[in-house]
């Protein structure tokens, strides 16, 4: 960038500031709080959730990824050099969220039971040289174990056996990535049991799910190394009726847990619900009780379609009530789409700069004054604050944080990408 530029973007930076400060806001601090905070980017949106198993397995379990955008990644070194790309353009240091369906084999078939820390050794070197952190998930999907749409709920015990230890294989691997990295992993279940069509007996699979979830969780892990995190969802594609692992029987499971103690985070996805619901509310009322808390920011449209995170009202809402709650230092923040019909580094470049710029929106409101406006019932200054607030010039603020961190400002974040696309994506359509 020349030095026109950066001067512009200070001397918009300098005004916003002042602005602020009327309100006051501290900039300053708010870049400081910002640049403390790391995402955990979703390896899946590389690959279209294929995964490197000798298998090849089709997608199933609710999964689908549209469109055919050439160039994804067709093995585990170009999809660590695709991230290498996005990671250079996104400000802040982040971490990786890992499927089991990742792992480097050597070729070999590995049962997913069976899978080990040494066939993510790969992925843990990557991330020590690039300091990020590494988080994990089972994949409790596309796979013949769970041909009948149902695994840890299976009334078919030898598949209830084959994912309950495919789970305890991958919690010692995030134990390794904690280990390894200095930083625990979380590593999160979910599964795609459900029924397409309404059933007779909504109890007997979640009590299967309670006593699997049970042995998987039994063997204590350090948590400093690893954290466990279950996820709920609403439906899904071949589930649309019912879903055994629903947002309510993974709140009470965690929260029975977690009074035993247990520590067990609830992850909420912004996508697993109704289409109309925001999960911002969700926040306050499980964050009271939950000590800490996974968060998957998505972008469903007209059902859970994973589509890339833009900066909307709903990403707004969530980011809001994560900083008027105090809640960042308990709230682990990962992205969880994959569109496979635009260029799928920009997709996680734009899903994680929305995402950071929503969170700095909500670092830059004037959250005292709202709460001292809201407590003595002055209820007309809090409207009038909470309007201005939409008006106030976080571009600006967005703007000088990213040329602080040495990305691209605004729009040219694209050229690099198309430069990429033009030298290295391209060619692996040939």
């Given at each position: 960038?020349?030095?026109?530029n950066?001067?512009?973007?200070?001397?918009?930076?300098?005004?916003?500031k002042?602005r602020?400060?009327?309100?006051?806001?501290d900039?300053?601090?708010?870049?400081?709080t910002?640049?403390s905070?790391?995402?955990?980017?979703h390896?899946?949106?590389?690959?279209?959730?294929?995964?490197?198993?000798?298998?090849?397995?089709?997608?199933s379990?609710?999964?689908a990824?549209?469109?055919n955008y050439?160039?994804?990644?067709?093995?585990?070194?170009?999809?660590?050099?695709?991230?290498?790309?996005?990671?250079?353009?996104?400000?802040?240091s982040h971490?990786?969220?890992?499927?089991?369906?990742?792992?480097?084999?050597?070729?070999?078939?590995?049962?997913?039971?069976?899978l080990?820390p040494?066939?993510?050794?790969?992925?843990?070197?990557?991330?020590?040289?690039?300091?990020?952190?590494?988080?994990?998930?089972?994949?409790l999907?596309?796979?013949?174990?769970?041909a009948?749409?149902?695994?840890?709920?299976?009334?078919?015990?030898?598949?209830?056996?084959?994912?309950?230890?495919?789970?305890?294989?991958?919690?010692k691997?995030?134990?390794?990535?904690?280990?390894?990295?200095?930083?625990?992993?979380v590593?999160?279940?979910?599964?795609?049991?459900?029924?397409?069509?309404?059933?007779?007996?909504?109890?007997?699979?979640?009590?299967l799910?309670?006593?699997?979830?049970?042995?998987?969780?039994?063997?204590?892990?350090?948590?400093?190394?690893n954290l466990?995190?279950?996820?709920?969802?609403?439906?899904?594609l071949?589930?649309?009726?019912?879903?055994?692992?629903?947002?309510?029987?993974y709140?009470?499971?965690?929260?029975?847990?977690?009074?035993?103690?247990?520590?067990?985070?609830?992850?909420?996805?912004s996508?697993?619900?109704?289409?109309?619901?925001t999960?911002?509310?969700?926040?306050?009322?499980?964050?009271?009780?939950?000590?800490?808390?996974?968060?998957?920011?998505?972008?469903?449209?007209?059902w859970?379609?994973?589509?890339?995170?833009?900066?909307?009202?709903?990403?707004?809402?969530i980011?809001?009530?994560i900083?008027?709650?105090?809640?960042?230092?308990?709230?682990?923040?990962?992205?969880?789409?994959?569109?496979?019909?635009?260029n799928?580094?920009?997709?996680?470049v734009?899903?994680?700069r929305?995402t950071?710029?929503?969170?700095l929106a909500?670092?830059?409101?004037?959250?005292?004054k709202?709460?001292?406006?809201?407590?003595?019932?002055d209820?007309?200054?809090?409207?009038?604050?909470?309007?201005?607030a939409?008006?106030?010039?976080?571009?600006?603020?967005?703007?000088?944080y990213?040329?602080?961190?040495?990305?691209?400002?605004?729009?040219?974040?694209?050229?690099?990408?198309?430069?990429?696309?033009?030298?290295?994506?391209?060619?692996?359509?040939?």
């Amino acid at each position: 960038m020349d030095k026109l530029n950066e001067q512009a973007i200070q001397m918009a930076y300098d005004l916003a500031k002042a602005r602020y400060a009327a309100l006051g806001v501290d900039t300053e601090r708010a870049l400081a709080t910002l640049s403390s905070i790391s995402l955990s980017l979703h390896c899946w949106q590389g690959d279209d959730v294929s995964g490197f198993e000798t298998s090849g397995e089709a997608l199933s379990g609710g999964i689908a990824a549209t469109g055919n955008y050439p160039g994804k990644a067709r093995n585990p070194s170009e999809l660590r050099a695709d991230l290498d790309q996005a990671y250079r353009l996104i400000p802040g240091s982040h971490r990786l969220n890992l499927h089991a369906i990742y792992a480097e084999t050597g070729g070999k078939k590995v049962s997913r039971d069976q899978l080990q820390p040494e066939h993510f050794s790969a992925w843990v070197d990557w991330a020590r040289a690039n300091h990020h952190g590494l988080d994990f998930n089972p994949t409790l999907f596309s796979h013949p174990m769970a041909a009948s749409g149902f695994t840890l709920s299976s009334y078919d015990p030898g598949v209830r056996r084959f994912w309950i230890d495919h789970c305890v294989a991958c919690r010692k691997i995030g134990a390794y990535f904690g280990q390894q990295l200095g930083t625990p992993a979380v590593t999160n279940i979910w599964i795609p049991d459900g029924y397409k069509d309404t059933p007779a007996d909504r109890l007997a699979p979640r009590a299967l799910l309670k006593e699997s979830l049970d042995q998987v969780l039994a063997e204590p892990i350090d948590p400093r190394l690893n954290l466990d995190a279950v996820e709920g969802k609403l439906f899904g594609l071949g589930a649309e009726s019912y879903t055994v692992g629903s947002h309510e029987f993974y709140l009470a499971y965690t929260a029975a847990r977690n009074a035993a103690g247990s520590r067990l985070l609830l992850c909420l996805d912004s996508g697993h619900f109704h289409p109309t619901e925001t999960i911002a509310d969700k926040l306050s009322a499980v964050m009271l009780t939950l000590p800490e808390l996974l968060l998957h920011v998505s972008r469903g449209v007209r059902w859970d379609s994973d589509h890339v995170v833009i900066y909307n009202d709903d990403l707004l809402a969530i980011t809001q009530e994560i900083v008027r709650g105090n809640y960042l230092s308990r709230i682990h923040i990962g992205l969880d789409y994959f569109d496979a019909s635009i260029n799928r580094v920009a997709a996680w470049v734009m899903g994680a700069r929305n995402t950071l710029h929503a969170l700095l929106a909500a670092l830059l409101e004037p959250v005292e004054k709202l709460r001292v406006a809201e407590k003595t019932g002055d209820f007309t200054t809090r409207l009038a604050l909470l309007e201005e607030a939409k008006g106030m010039p976080s571009g600006a603020v967005w703007d000088y944080y990213c040329l602080q961190k040495g990305v691209p400002v605004g729009l040219s974040f694209l050229d690099p990408i198309k430069q990429y696309e033009a030298k290295i994506l391209a060619q692996r359509a040939i």
